[in-house]
């Protein structure tokens, strides 16, 4: 008998499932128009009347989410939605082109 792995996660989830608050969080990110910090996050969950657990609970949803890829940490401050695939690559190019730039630029005190 041939078995489908397809739809189990990469991490064992504990008997009671995944909490219903984690994908409402994925969701939330991908639908931000900017990275959130913990306390913005917190603060539109509020406001859009969403029970929310202790902080300290958002944040480990938060790492739960981004260990499986679903959601990038772009600071060490802030979550957002998962990158596109290529748009990481895209970042770390300008990044470097950037770094190659002010290397190549004249430094003043060389001289002295």
């Known amino acids: 008998m041939a078995f ?3 739809n189990i996660p990469s991490q064992p989830v504990s008997a009671a499932g ?4 984690v994908s409402t969080i994925v969701d939330l990110l991908t639908a ?3 990275p959130l910090t913990l306390k913005e996050i917190v603060t539109v969950l509020n406001d859009s009347e ?3 657990p202790a902080d300290t609970t958002v944040r480990a949803h938060l790492n ?3 260990a499986d890829g679903r959601i ?4 060490r401050q802030s979550y957002a939605g998962p990158v596109a695939e290529g748009e990481a690559q895209f970042d770390i190019e ?6 190659r730039r002010v290397a190549e630029e004249d430094d003043p005190l060389a001289d002295l």
Do not use: M, Q, V, Y
């Open 72 to 75: 990038s940490k772009p600071s």
């Open 4 to 6: 489908n792995f397809d």
């Open 32 to 34: 931000a128009p900017r």
């Open 94 to 99: 300008i990044a470097a082109e950037g770094l």
């Open 18 to 21: 995944e909490p219903e608050l």
């Open 64 to 66: 739960r989410a981004r």
């Open 50 to 52: 969403i029970k929310t």
